[in-house]
């Protein structure tokens, strides 16, 4: 659902990347590996983007971007350090500005994946990380999805904090 909802979200912001072929790659192959029990899933998505690419006869630049690109998903550390990236990130984070019926279904899947997380441990972890995203001064870095999301993810992430998302 996540990957199909991201690759809605650049298909209607295609115009905005630079380099949109390997934007589209690297949201194809930025959750491949994802073990919530694992803290290297980006790392091991980024090496398994790196060397399909380079299996595919791509140039060694393009699988480094590629590369890059799947690494900038890691949102706790990273700051993305070009159009191509913010783009990338902006869109991995779209979720956050989702209407407020489908972000809370979201955190419900959330939920579901940390099941082995005892409830108050998972409680307290979950609105530490939400409330770092809102704590920036921006969430979304590129000028139409900060329009169009900042104001609704601000509302959810506020209410998910709370404690008030069913």
Known sequence: ???HECL???EACRDLALRPAE???ALWFHDAIYD???AD???RSADWARDAVLTSGA???TAERIEALVMTTRHATATPATTDAQLLV???LAILGADPERFAEY???IRREYAHVAEAAFRARRRAILAAFLARERIYGTPRLHDELEHRARANLSLAIAGNVA
């Open 41 to 43: 899933n980006e790392r």
């Open 8 to 10: 809605d979200r650049f």
């Open 36 to 38: 919530v029990r694992r």
């Open 1 to 3: 659902q996540h990957l």
């Open 90 to 92: 902006d869109i991995d």
């Open 59 to 61: 140039t060694r630049d």
């Open 107 to 109: 955190e419900r899947q």
């Open 23 to 25: 934007v589209e790659v």
